[in-house]
């Protein structure tokens, strides 16, 4: 081979070379930047579905807990309305209307009703949402409070005439989330409905 024939050779190999030296066409970088881009944007929707998942569980723990130990206090308050002294003729539910219940219970027994153990007002207000025990709030964001009065003859109603027929209350609360919930787009509501039978009241 003459040394003429070795240049042509020598030139194809570095045309090669080069060639393979080239790097990425833009075809070629172009569907790499898409393909990354879908990844990031799967790796972010995923991100935020599992912060608005960790926000809507929070809310509903958060609601529930706060619900819960306000309907238990109530309970625990209803349930001793009327507990005086043995021969005394203190009536144990001195107010009762559709949203407002007063109730009395001598815990001391010392003949006396005083204090805000012993004379306790629960109220709904309508226009800042919360449930007070007398005057002071226990509950915001509630959206109902509501009581209703079984009578000595069973009879039900939220407007009792004669406050000493009162044998049981029915009591319902509904609460709306502190804030929206972002899988929902709406507010989470829970309702509790019970019962209570105050035990010192006439059978």
Same mark, same amino acid.
């Given at each position: 081979?003459?040394?003429?024939?070795?240049?042509?050779?020598?030139?194809?190999?570095?045309?090669?070379?080069?060639?393979?030296?080239?790097?990425?066409?833009?075809?070629?970088?172009?569907?790499?930047?898409?393909?990354?881009?879908?990844?990031?944007?799967?790796?972010?929707?995923?991100?935020?579905?599992?912060?608005?998942?960790?926000?809507?569980?929070?809310?509903?723990?958060?609601?529930?807990?706060?619900?819960?130990?306000?309907?238990?206090?109530?309970?625990?308050?209803?349930?001793?309305?009327?507990?005086?002294?043995?021969?005394?003729?203190?009536?144990?539910?001195?107010?009762?209307?559709?949203?407002?219940?007063?109730?009395?219970? +001598?815990?001391?027994?010392?003949?006396?009703?005083?204090?805000?153990?012993?004379?306790?007002?629960?109220?709904? +207000?309508?226009?800042?949402?919360?449930?007070?025990?007398?005057?002071?709030?226990?509950?915001?964001?509630?959206?109902?409070?509501?009581?209703?009065?079984?009578?000595?003859?069973?009879?039900?109603?939220?407007?009792?005439?004669?406050?000493?027929?009162?044998?049981?209350?029915?009591?319902?609360?509904?609460?709306?989330?502190?804030?929206?919930?972002?899988?929902?787009?709406?507010?989470?509501?829970?309702?509790?409905?019970?019962?209570?039978?105050?035990?010192?009241?006439?059978?």
């Amino acid at each position: 081979m003459g040394f003429q024939g070795y240049q042509l050779i020598a030139g194809s190999r570095r045309e090669i070379i080069m060639k393979k030296q080239a790097g990425f066409t833009l075809v070629e970088l172009s569907i790499v930047l898409l393909v990354t881009m879908i990844l990031l944007g799967s790796l972010f929707g995923f991100y935020v579905s599992q912060i608005h998942s960790f926000r809507s569980q929070e809310l509903t723990i958060n609601t529930l807990q706060n619900s819960r130990i306000v309907m238990s206090v109530m309970t625990k308050d209803i349930r001793m309305a009327g507990y005086k002294p043995s021969g005394s003729s203190m009536v144990g539910v001195a107010q009762a209307t559709p949203a407002t219940l007063q109730i009395l219970s +001598d815990k001391n027994l010392d003949g006396s009703i005083s204090g805000a153990s012993e004379d306790v007002i629960y109220s709904f +207000d309508v226009n800042t949402h919360t449930v007070s025990r007398n005057g002071i709030p226990l509950l915001d964001n509630v959206e109902l409070l509501s009581f209703v009065y079984t009578l000595d003859d069973g009879s039900t109603t939220q407007t009792p005439g004669n406050l000493s027929k009162i044998r049981k209350i029915n009591l319902t609360l509904r609460v709306l989330s502190s804030d929206i919930d972002p899988l929902t787009k709406d507010y989470k509501r829970y309702e509790f409905i019970t019962d209570i039978t105050p035990r010192n009241l006439p059978l």
